[in-house]
C-alpha cells in the first residue's frame, strides 16, 4: 500500500515524464500491430501468388493438350474428307457393290462433323491477366486469382469438347478405313463376275478392267484409298457396254439370216402360172421357162394376171424364169 500510494506520488510529481513514458508504450503497441499486419499481408499476399502460378500453370497444361486434340483433330479431319471423297464413286454406283458396302461408306460420310473452333486460347488470356506480385495489392491479387479460376474451368470445358470431338473424328476415319477396306475386298470378285456376264466384249476392253482391279488392289497394299476406283468403274461399264453391242448385233444377224432362210425357203417351193385354157400349170423352181415362151402364147396366155403382156408395177420375174 504504501509503495502503491509512493507511485502515485511520484507521478503526480512528474506529469510530463509519465505521459512521455505513455506516449512511448503507444507508439510501440502501435509499431507492433503495424508489424503484425504487415507480416499477415505478405503471408496472404504469398498464399494468392503461389494460387495465381498454381492456376497459371494449370491452364498452360490445359492449353497444350487442347492443342494436341486440335491437332489430333484436324488430321483426322482430313483422313475423313480424303476416305469419303474416294468413296464417293462406290456410294454413287449402287448396282457395282452389294448394300453392306454402300451402307458402310454412307454411315462414314454422315458421320463428319463440323469443326470446333477455338476462337482464343487460354493461353493467350493468361499472358494478359499475370502481374507482377510485387507491385500487386492483395486485393489485386484476389481478384487475380478469381479471374484465373474462371478461366481454368473455361479452358477445361473447351479442351473436354475438343478431346471428344477429336475422338469422334477419329472414329469417323475409322469408319471410313473400313468402308475402303470393304469396297476393295469386292472389286475382285465383281471383276471376275463382269468378265463371265460379258462373254461378247473385245479382249482389250477386258484387259482394260483387269489392270483396273490390279490397280485397285495395289493401292490397298500402299495403304492410298481408292484412286483408281473411277477408272476401275468406267473399265466395267465400258466391258458390259461393249458386250451388250456385241450381243444385240449378234441377235439381229441371227434374225436376218432366219429371215432370209425362211424367204429362199418359201421361193423353191413353187412357181404357179394360170393360162386360161388349161387350168394351173405348176412350173419348179428349177425349170427355166423364158420370156419369150409365155409371150408365145399370147393373147390366149395372162402370165401377169393383168389381162395383158406389161406386167403391173413393181413386178418381177422370179429367178430361174428367165
Known sequence: MNTLGAALTGIRRRPIAVAVLLVIAMAFAAAAVTSRAAVLDAEARAELTVERDRLVTEIDLVSERAD??????????????????????AISATDRFSTTVISMGTAAMARVAPETDVAQPASTETILLVRDAESSSRDELVEEVHRLSDLRASAGEEAELIRLAALERHAACESAHRAVAAVVAEVGPRTDRVIAASGMAPADVVAELRAARDAVLAEEGEAVGLEALPRWLAAASEVESTHATANAAAIEAAARAAAAAAASAAQAESVSIFPPDWGTITVPFEFSLSEESIRACQPDCDPYGTGGTTPPPGWEWPEGLL
Not at 494436341?68 to 483422313?79: G, L, V
Open 68 to 89: 494436341a486434340a486440335q491437332a489430333a483433330s484436324s488430321a483426322a479431319d482430313e483422313c475423313v474428307r480424303d476416305e469419303t471423297s474416294r468413296l464417293q464413286p
